[in-house]
């Protein structure tokens, strides 16, 4: 059988790769993990003529230097898997930086076929380019677009063909360093011509590689046993850099610009330099006095379209499940299976689902956000204040987005590069008080803080801030040593979002929830309704269940804070939603319907609860694990089950010590 | 010699030399920001970090606490 054609879509961020690669693929693509990491890897196909081909979406990459794990990706699926062809799509309106990476995959000996994107705009810059001089100097497939128009695209299919059909080896054109690094790089080459363990890496690629002191290229080197060849790199480049006066890093970089520059003397007229749009709408967004005013009024505008929009589709998709139960409970008569069709499975399914509309509005807007240019802003506007915490600008969406839901929030952390700045944001994220912590604090404050409910709220939320605050940076000192990484942020012009860019974003996340993290809240659900039916069987008193048997068996741990084992139970329940702890407690007291509001509710919760030890107890239901889709979407998004029950462990425990220490407080300040 | 962080908005200047080490100095080379080049500061943000330039036709985001290590000469 023939070998699947595949072709890699490279290029730098905010190109407009996204577009192109739907616009080739249409709807036959789909989005996975690359293997082992957390970053997606979007694949699809078309067929062209006589070939089908398969189109691997990269992640952005400035260099084939990696900078972050998405760049490493980038890097070592074009030198490692070597596609029948890679198209480096090129922001024509950015030349000058872009052609740097077209530089180094030619280097590298890819089959370059250039997607010159965004003509539109170069030419309301002013800016003339001749595309077929260019192709004569890159000695590579040149093809003008307007992605977002669809203008070229059959063009670069058939450039593609043409590649993969007639596919030619080392005809592009290689850019010279200099005479005396020439010589060097050749006898590089020629050592390595006796290491066969590296035919297939491009030579005169690896040579360079290594001279520039690529960590990874060194590797690679040392790997295949060649370390005759690293130490004559290393001579060279000592030799070198004592000439030059200067590192061999930016002797390489320099020279790529000084080529670039040559070459866009050739094929560019420069444009004079216009007021444009973009310029007048930062004038405004990131305006010393309005940029933080306006910054945190797109936010609550994002914030409400997410979760008020959605409030009528998760009642919708509750009614729904609420009632395919009912059938379940109608038509099954063995009450065991009933209950475990109507309860556990019905019940999982809706728990999962319950998350959809969040989700997809809300990577709706993100990606219109994203698409727009603004989200750089907003990391622009807030970095200074997330960079005393350890974080970065990037970090503050996310934590916004919180308190809305953990879930999704969680989720919105993949704009973060650096490793270690996501890692800590996903940590503390459910220190945000999700809005399904609510419905607990209003029955709990509307109990015992009668008059002064709006503060004893407030101070929850303010709670969970100052602890994420904290946390964050005591994650920094102890797990995450060292300063969050340097900034080195491009801030895209603004550009009009595409509906189709943005449902398509939405359709992925949306999917892409419901395979990572779907099966373990599933799985969750299913376990604790098991738990809180058996021994007893369907029907049997609640008390009698494995959950209570869990309740009275942790109670005196909690006896220390003035708990009962109803309240112990409640929060075993709270695993699966914080709003389940108000509707277990209705159970414990036989009161039908409960909602937080009930006043006969906040009546027996007298009986149990003390205001410090309620207080103590909002605190705790609003620290300890938010939920078992929170949990879910923790372990899918750091892909580590050592960080996903290293957080739940801490919230359990900070959450412990915090109820303790309200208590100790509250008994000293007088307070029963 | 003045340090690219010290420098108001709207200024412009050219690169004498990059301070910046390491993976990162290597990262804002590959970007654009080498020995020679011209920048101009753009804005700084409300909060008096980060800064925004424009380079090589486009615009960057960068800390002070690495433009303290970049030394401009200022144009006219």
Redesign the interface.
């Known amino acids: 059988m023939k070998e699947t054609t595949k072709v890699a879509l490279a290029g730098n961020p905010n190109v407009g790769k996204t577009v192109i690669f739907n616009e080739l693929t249409g709807s036959k693509q789909h989005v996975g993990n690359w293997p082992g990491v957390t970053v997606e890897k979007k694949v699809g196909n078309f067929s062209h003529k006589d070939e089908e081909i398969e189109v691997v979406d990269l992640p952005g990459t ?2 084939l ?1 990696p ?1 972050s794990i998405d760049e490493r990706i980038a890097r070592d699926y074009i030198i490692e898997e070597k596609p029948d062809a890679v198209v480096n799509i090129v922001d024509a309106s ?4 872009n052609l ?1 990476l077209t530089l180094q995959l030619l280097e590298a000996g890819a089959n370059v076929v250039v997607a010159l994107n965004m003509m539109d705009e170069a030419q309301k810059k002013g800016m003339k380019i001749d595309v077929k001089k260019l192709s004569e100097i890159l000695k590579a497939p040149v093809i003008p677009m307007v992605g977002i128009k669809g203008e070229g695209v059959k063009e670069l299919k058939n450039a593609i063909y043409e590649e993969v059909k007639h596919r030619r080896e080392h005809r592009h054109m290689s850019m010279g360093y200099g005479r005396e690094l020439e010589k060097g790089i050749i006898s590089l080459e020629e050592e390595m011509a006796r290491c066969p363990a590296l035919k297939k890496y491009r030579h005169r690629w690896l040579a360079i590689k290594i001279l520039e002191g690529d960590a990874e290229a060194i590797k690679k080197v040392s790997e295949a046993g060649c370390d005759d060849l690293i130490k004559e790199a290393k001579r060279l480049r000592k030799q070198f850099g004592r000439k030059l006066d200067e590192d061999m ?2 002797y390489f ?2 020279k790529r ?1 000084e080529f670039v520059d040559d070459i866009l003397g050739v094929v560019l007229i420069k444009g004079k330099k216009l007021w444009s749009f973009s310029d007048m709408l ?1 004038k405004v967004l ?4 309005f ?2 005013p306006i910054f945190l009024a797109m936010m609550w505008a994002a914030f409400q379209f997410t979760f008020s929009v959605a409030v009528p589709f998760m009642d919708a998709i509750d009614l729904f499940f609420g009632w395919l139960g009912d059938i379940a409970r109608v038509s099954i008569t063995n009450p065991a299976i009933q209950s475990l069709v109507a309860d556990g499975i019905i019940g999982g399914l809706g728990s999962v689902l319950i998350f959809l509309p969040n989700i997809f509005l809300l990577f709706f807007v993100l990606s219109l956000m994203e698409d727009s240019g603004y989200l ?1 802003r907003a990391a ?2 807030m ?3 997330m ?1 005393r915490i350890g974080l970065q ?1 990037k970090s503050f969406v996310p934590m916004l987005l919180g308190f809305g839901c953990n879930v999704p929030a969680i989720m919105a952390t993949r704009t973060i590069e650096d490793r270690k700045e996501r890692l800590i944001t996903i940590l503390v994220n459910p220190l945000m008080s999700c809005s399904a912590r609510l419905p607990v604090y209003i029955l709990f404050a509307g109990a015992f803080f009668i008059g002064a409910e709006g503060s004893v709220i407030f101070s929850m939320y303010l709670m969970g801030i100052l602890l994420a605050v904290l946390m964050a940076l005591l994650l920094r000192k102890v797990f995450f040593k060292g300063k969050p ?9 603004y550009r009009m979002p595409t509906f189709k860019s943005s449902a398509i974003h939405m359709w992925e996340k949306g999917s892409m929830f419901l395979k990572k993290a779907g099966s373990i809240i599933f799985l969750g659900v299913v376990i604790i309704w098991f738990l809180s039916t058996y021994p007893g069987g369907p029907g049997s008193d609640i008390e009698t269940s494995y959950v209570a048997a869990i309740g009275r068996w942790v109670q005196p741990i909690f006896a220390p804070l003035g708990w009962d084992w109803k309240a112990a139970i409640a929060l075993v329940f709270g695993f699966v939603a914080k709003e389940i702890v108000v509707g277990a407690y209705g159970t414990f007291y036989g009161i039908s319907d409960a909602d937080e509001g009930s006043t006969s509710l906040r009546s027996e919760l007298h009986g149990a609860f003390t205001p410090v030890s309620a207080y103590a107890y909002m605190a705790f239901v609003l620290i300890y694990v938010p939920c078992l889709a929170t949990i879910g979407v923790i372990k899918s998004e750091t892909g580590s089950w050592k960080w996903t029950l290293f957080a739940v462990a801490y919230m359990m425990g900070l959450a412990y010590l915090v109820a303790l220490v309200i208590t100790v407080v509250g008994h000293l300040l007088g307070f029963a | 010699m003045t340090r690219l962080a010290e420098l108001k908005s709207g200024k412009k200047a050219r690169i004498v030399h990059m301070g910046v080490k390491g993976p990162a100095g290597q990262r804002y080379r590959e970007m654009g920001m080498i020995c020679g080049e011209k920048v101009e500061i753009v804005r700084v943000a409300p909060l008096g970090d980060p800064m925004e330039i424009e380079v090589k036709g486009y615009n960057l985001s960068l800390r002070k606490e690495e433009a303290e290590l970049i030394i401009v000469e200022v144009m006219k």
């Open positions: 400035y260099s230097s900078y950015n030349i000058e930086r740097y890093e930016t970089a320099d610009y930062d990131t305006h010393k006095v940029g933080i750089a622009f506007v970095d200074k204040a960079y600008g990484s340097p900034l080195i942020m491009e801030m895209p012009p």
